[in-house]
């Protein structure tokens, strides 16, 4: 079961490098068009701290800051599993952190975006679940 809990957890690792990846790139290739940022200037100056700012670089800003964030968790997942002895899992606390969070991009991402947020999100806490069951067995 530990085996199987590594293997999941890096599987999740991975698989947040990728979508922040494959994320970054749709947006720099479909969402970073003309036709866009006219709809996104139609909505007018967005009142920010105090600030004014433009309705499209608020979203080019979020946009590539979700991608990077994605990428930096994948990274960071990879390193504590690496640090964590081979023979024990993956700490819970971290799993059930990543849990946490899939829980908000999944019900964010029903409410917001896509049904597919939704799928996203239960795969991913499938993957978290299973080394936070495994350490808590073991604890």
């Known amino acids: 079961m530990i085996r199987l809990s590594r293997m999941t957890f890096l599987v999740g690792a ?19 068009g003309p036709d866009l940022e006219a709809r996104f200037d139609a909505v007018g100056p967005v009142a920010l701290q105090g600030d004014s700012v433009r309705a499209w670089d608020l979203f080019q800003g979020l946009s590539l800051l979700m991608g990077a964030f994605s990428v930096t968790l994948g990274v960071v997942l990879i390193g504590i599993l690496r640090e964590t002895d081979p023979l024990s899992p993956p700490p819970a606390l971290v799993s059930l952190a990543v849990c946490v969070q899939l829980i908000v991009i999944a019900a964010v991402g029903g409410l917001y975006l896509s049904a597919f ?3 996203g999100g239960v795969v991913g806490i499938a993957l978290f679940a299973m080394p936070f069951i495994v350490a808590l067995r073991r604890a």
């Open 14 to 32: 991975v698989t947040f490098i990728v979508i922040g990846v494959l994320h970054s790139f749709v947006h720099l290739t479909e969402l970073a």
């Open 117 to 119: 947020q939704i799928v």
